[in-house]
């Protein structure tokens, strides 16, 4: 993945009530994935040990933490602290990149 051109819309397609990802780095400490799904899917609840954020490349997802709901759409960039518990709803068909770190 390192040294290359990547277009982040085209590394995923969208599967019948499921989810498709890829992460392009995940040692442990780090990550960055892709991930697809279709309107409709939820993503349990988790927590995570590291700060995360999420971009909307395609799409409309809805994420609930600790305290509040936040609508996001094409574009759209929203950071959670580490330890934060969150939920992600798929409102339409999605497509998101996440980083953690």
């Given at each position: 993945?390192?040294?290359?051109?990547?277009?982040?819309?085209?590394?995923?397609?969208?599967?019948?009530?499921?989810?498709?990802?890829?992460?392009?780095?995940?040692?442990?400490?780090?990550?960055?994935?892709?991930?697809?799904?279709?309107?409709?899917?939820?993503?349990?609840?988790?927590?995570?040990?590291?700060?995360?954020?999420?971009?909307?490349?395609?799409?409309?997802?809805?994420?609930?933490?600790?305290?509040?709901?936040?609508?996001?759409?094409?574009?759209?960039?929203?950071?959670?602290?580490?330890?934060?518990?969150?939920?992600?709803?798929?409102?339409?068909?999605?497509?998101?990149l996440t980083t953690r770190m």
């Amino acid at each position: 993945m390192f040294k290359k051109i990547i277009n982040p819309i085209e590394e995923l397609n969208y599967r019948v009530d499921g989810i498709d990802n890829k992460y392009l780095i995940n040692d442990g400490q780090r990550a960055l994935g892709l991930f697809a799904a279709t309107s409709g899917v939820v993503v349990p609840t988790q927590i995570s040990p590291q700060d995360v954020s999420f971009f909307v490349l395609e799409g409309e997802i809805e994420i609930s933490t600790d305290d509040k709901i936040f609508g996001l759409k094409k574009g759209d960039l929203l950071l959670i602290p580490k330890t934060s518990a969150f939920t992600i709803s798929f409102v339409e068909n999605s497509k998101i990149l996440t980083t953690r770190m």
